[in-house]
């Protein structure tokens, strides 16, 4: 697995649309300088459930960056996958005429763990207040994981390999991995990511079951990872889409590549189980790390799932210290949702997003509203910190049971 | 409400069911054109009938949904308000 693959899996594009931004530009200004906008839910129908606070996107127009046709026959999540795909086009250089010219050799793959809650919520109250005949036809496409990968392709004309991984929080990374393979057997252009709409009063009554949610009022206390204080994570909607392309192929078009996909692996522990997480998470990581070629010193820096719940985030720094030795003390750890929250299954590719420009900008993020962290880990906390990197880890959970890493390295793989 | 669909109708149905923009004016110069040219997939229709049928209270006929063009599908929701009448 460590011999160098003859089609290495670039990241060419990122496109965001975050609560905290929605560019990458303002994504990462946000993230750089560790601007909180975790705050008090006031989405109509969801102010008097006990989940008070969350990251929501609050200037997003959705008739502004899609076509009708296509905004009604989706859910939210779908539309911020829309978007985030242009974004992630558009800045990989890749136009309407140019994936076009040979739209076989683009694919699709996305993750989503919350669905399309809104819309299905909106045509089950037809169903139940007015009757089956009033239920639209969109339905049954609309509140489905595969909605976002369908949309994105039909709209764009896609016709590449295309997929869907639901495999929870985790499978975000997931959805990377399978863009990577699909590359590394001929599809030189995947667009892959996740973005998630869980901020609707039904999507928002399915968490309330998870003893994980945190359901303090106020925005800075909510959310406070590897701290003492630690009570839980907030949710958040949002999420990235990358373009992830052959390196010959970006090559060939003269574009930057921004990193490759080294390593990847996935695991399952099962729900809520956080102490044997710890295995898991260490187990991935190890492949991870192995499929990457990259020793655990290499590592320059770890985005951490940083769940909040103080036995999850326990397990997280014991599996840290279990894969990278003593490295994994030094190492300099950060997790940047704790200003905008977690995006269920889009949350690691928030953190993908600003791994790869965090290398670039040679800035680690900092993980706003944690102070006085109680486990072994060198966490970036109050202020960014600027130092070189070549390889980013990032890491991710499900509450599902799902853990996965994902290697990162920075710019060609062959430069290094 | 009239007991005949008209193609301004059919417009309105074409934007609240499915997102589509166009002129009656322009559906009706191209009636003979699949409803594909004008963005409106399977599903799409399908809501219109199922708005047709909520509106009027009468079932359409099953091939409806299955239409091709405007004209195909105006001529036989027609005939069926027609009948039902």
Same mark, same amino acid.
């Given at each position: 697995m460590s011999a160098p693959h003859p089609r290495r899996a670039a990241v060419t594009g990122i496109g965001v649309v975050a609560p905290n931004g929605n560019s990458t530009e303002a994504f990462w200004k946000a993230t750089s300088e560790g601007v909180v906008v975790l705050d008090r839910i006031t989405r109509e129908g969801c102010e008097h459930l006990p989940l008070r606070v969350a990251g929501q996107i609050r200037d997003f127009d959705p008739p502004a960056a899609i076509e009708e046709r296509y905004l009604v026959q989706t859910d939210r999540f779908t539309h911020f996958a829309m978007a985030a795909a242009d974004l992630a086009l558009e800045d990989a250089g890749l136009s309407r005429s140019d994936t076009d010219a040979d739209p076989f050799s683009v694919g699709v793959v996305t993750a989503a763990g919350s669905g399309g809650g809104e819309f299905g919520q909106r045509e089950l109250q037809q169903l139940w207040g007015k009757g089956s005949r009033f239920v639209g036809p969109y339905q049954s496409i609309a509140w489905f994981y595969a909605a976002s990968t369908g949309q994105i392709s039909i709209r764009r004309g896609l016709k590449g390999p295309c997929g869907v991984v639901a495999s929870d929080e985790a499978g975000g990374l997931d959805a990377l991995a399978h863009a990577a393979r699909a590359v590394r057997r001929g599809t030189d252009v995947m667009v892959a990511g996740a973005t998630e709409a869980p901020l609707a009063p039904y999507s928002m009554v399915c968490q309330?079951?998870?003893?994980?949610?945190?359901?303090?009022?106020?925005?800075?206390?909510?959310?406070?990872?590897?701290?003492?204080?630690?009570?839980?994570?907030?949710?958040?909607? #949002?999420?990235?889409?990358?373009?992830?392309?052959?390196?010959?192929?970006?090559?060939?078009?003269?574009?930057?590549?921004?990193?490759?996909?080294?390593?990847?692996?996935?695991?399952?522990? #099962?729900?809520?189980?956080?102490?044997?997480?710890?295995?898991?998470?260490?187990? @991935? !990581?190890?492949?991870?790390?192995?499929?990457?070629?990259?020793?655990?010193?290499?590592?320059?820096?770890?985005?951490?799932?940083?769940?909040? $719940?103080?036995?999850?985030?326990?397990?997280?720094?014991?599996? !840290?210290?279990?894969?990278?030795?003593?490295?994994?003390?030094?190492?300099?750890?950060?997790?940047?949702?704790?200003?905008?929250?977690?995006?269920?299954?889009?949350?690691?590719?928030?953190? $993908? =997003?600003?791994?790869?420009? =965090?290398?670039?900008?040679?800035? !680690?993020?900092?993980?706003?509203?944690?102070?006085? !962290?109680?486990?072994?880990?060198?966490?970036?906390?109050?202020?960014?910190? @600027?130092?070189?990197?070549?390889?980013?880890?990032?890491?991710?959970?499900?509450?599902? #049971?799902?853990?996965?890493?994902?290697?990162?390295?920075?710019?060609? @793989?062959?430069?290094? | 409400m009239s007991d005949r669909i008209t193609v301004e109708e059919l417009a309105e149905l074409m934007k609240k069911a499915a997102g589509i923009t166009v002129a009656p004016e322009e559906l009706r110069q191209q009636q003979e054109s699949g409803f594909d040219a004008f963005g409106l997939d399977s599903l799409g229709l399908l809501g219109i009938v199922g708005e047709l049928e909520n509106r009027y209270g009468t079932p359409m006929p099953p091939d409806a949904e299955k239409s091709k063009s405007p004209r195909q599908f105006l001529a036989l929701v027609n005939s069926a308000l027609l009948a039902g009448a």
């Open positions: 309330l079951g998870y003893e994980e949610l945190s359901t303090v009022a106020e925005p800075d206390r909510a959310y406070r990872p590897f701290t003492t204080a630690a009570c839980g994570f907030v949710p958040a909607e #949002g999420g990235a889409m990358v373009v992830v392309e052959a390196e010959t192929s970006a090559r060939e078009r003269g574009v930057p590549v921004r990193a490759t996909l080294a390593g990847h692996a996935a695991t399952f522990t #099962g729900a809520s189980r956080w102490e044997q997480s710890r295995e898991g998470l260490a187990q @991935a !990581i190890r492949v991870a790390l192995d499929e990457a070629g990259c020793a655990p010193e290499e590592i320059d820096v770890v985005f951490a799932d940083a769940l909040g $719940v103080p036995e999850a985030d326990r397990a997280e720094a014991l599996a !840290i210290a279990d894969a990278l030795g003593p490295h994994g003390t030094r190492v300099p750890v950060t997790a940047p949702k704790t200003a905008v929250g977690r995006a269920c299954g889009a949350a690691p590719l928030l953190d $993908v =997003a600003a791994a790869v420009l =965090a290398m670039e900008h040679g800035v !680690i993020p900092p993980t706003p509203n944690v102070f006085d !962290i109680c486990h072994d880990l060198d966490l970036v906390t109050a202020r960014a910190r @600027a130092t070189e990197m070549r390889t980013a880890l990032v890491l991710s959970r499900g509450l599902m #049971g799902s853990n996965a890493a994902l290697v990162l390295r920075r710019g060609a @793989a062959d430069a290094s | -």
